[in-house]
């Protein structure tokens, strides 16, 4: 589509009122959503393509983004991951016609918040984004609390960086977040379904399968050079805790349950041998 110039927000805003820039391509889309969030209270700058949006971040970061997939120089994936690495952390709204269940992990992978699906209810729109708002600041934890441990693995919530001993972790965003909520609750038998609601926010209509893949792709990251911390409680979910010291640590496979699971829950502290599949 025919590129025009950025809109920008019109009238009295107060002080306080949230600061939210939509990029979308679509005019009709642009308008409509730019009315139902200011009408919600929200303060609205808008863009017509990845570049604008990427120069009115660089301006003043915004508080929210409303970000299109399908853009016509630089998609809404690229903008989010460039957003991540250049340690920008405003949360981003994917609002998109791109529905497929591939396409939401992707977004929600690199990072986003949350991910809808156009045609969209107004106000649903409103309640997600003052959803993503709330969480955000609910992340933005104190110098004082900032630094998670746990055995000797560390997590530092203000640089984004994660530790195993000496060693860094390169985690993507989703998966920083997945083990700083293992973290926080650590020695906890987490479910598939707390771990969506909490991590990723989203049901994903029930996919069970994101939480195994990113335990998978977190493991390979926390438990490659030591004692396995990352548990799988068969038929449960999964459990941040160390290894059991018993006999049964001792990395055997026979009858007894796979490596690197514990059977669904007795007191204490759960088995854990070698590297776990999710």
Partial sequence: MTASAPEFAGGSVTATAPDV??????????????????????SVRT?????????????????LIVLDVMLPDIDGFTIQSTLAQNGV???????????????????????????????????????RARSVLRRSEAEAVSDDDARL??????????????WRGDRPLQLTPTEFRLLRYLMI?????????????NVWHYDFDGNGHVVENFISYLRKQVDADGPPLIHTVRGVGYCLRLPSSGPSGSGSQGSGPQAGSVAAPGPGPGVGVGQPSS
């Fill in 21 to 42: 820039l939509v990029v979308d391509d679509e005019a009709a889309i642009v308008d409509l959503v730019a009315l139902t969030l200011r009408s919600a209270g929200f």
């Fill in 47 to 63: 863009a017509v393509n990845g570049r604008q949006a990427m120069a009115l971040v660089g301006e003043s970061p915004p508080e």
């Fill in 89 to 127: 952390t405003t949360p981003v709204l994917f609002l998109s016609a791109r529905d497929a269940v591939r396409d939401k992990v992707r977004g929600l992978t690199l990072g986003a918040y949350d991910y809808m699906t156009k045609p969209f209810s107004p106000d649903e729109l409103v309640a």
């Fill in 149 to 162: 441990t746990f055995a000797d693995l560390v997590l530092d919530e203000n640089t984004h960086e994660a």
């Fill in 185 to 197: 609750n650590e020695r906890r038998v987490l479910s598939k379904a707390q771990l969506l609601d």
